[in-house]
Nanobody
């Protein structure tokens, strides 16, 4: 069992930066691939980024590539999402998710993940 708690969201101006954290409990975190997703009002939840169990492989949605960076610290049971050059269209609730596999077969699919956090709000003003 893995429990996930996101933090670091807030209000930021366009062009600014935020770093989200996702703290995990449970001894299996270091063996889990992790993902970040987001959901804007009235829209479906969408994939943002994915990282393998050891951080060696990462994937990004095209909309965030070059601006966002996913990383993890297994010693701290934490995965991060560094978000730079934020845009108003990045406004959403951001969720982290854990996949019990070392590397997800289909990292952009919601049903690939076994555990989800409660989300943290990110609002980017223009």
């Amino acid at each position: 069992q893995v429990q996930l708690v996101e933090s670091g969201g807030g209000l930021v101006q366009a062009g600014g930066s935020l770093r989200l954290s996702c703290a995990a409990s449970g001894r299996t975190f270091s063996r889990c691939a992790m993902g970040w997703f987001r959901q804007a009002p009235g829209k479906e939840r969408e994939f943002v980024a994915h990282i393998s169990w050891n951080g060696g492989i990462t994937y990004y949605a095209d909309s965030v590539k070059g601006r966002f960076t996913i990383s993890r610290d297994n010693a701290k049971n934490t995965v991060y999402l560094q978000m730079n050059t934020l845009k108003p269209e990045d406004t959403a609730v951001y969720y982290c998710a854990a996949d019990r596999k070392y590397l997800s077969d289909r990292p952009s699919r919601l049903d690939e993940y076994d555990y989800w956090g409660q989300g943290t709000q990110v609002t980017v003003s223009s």
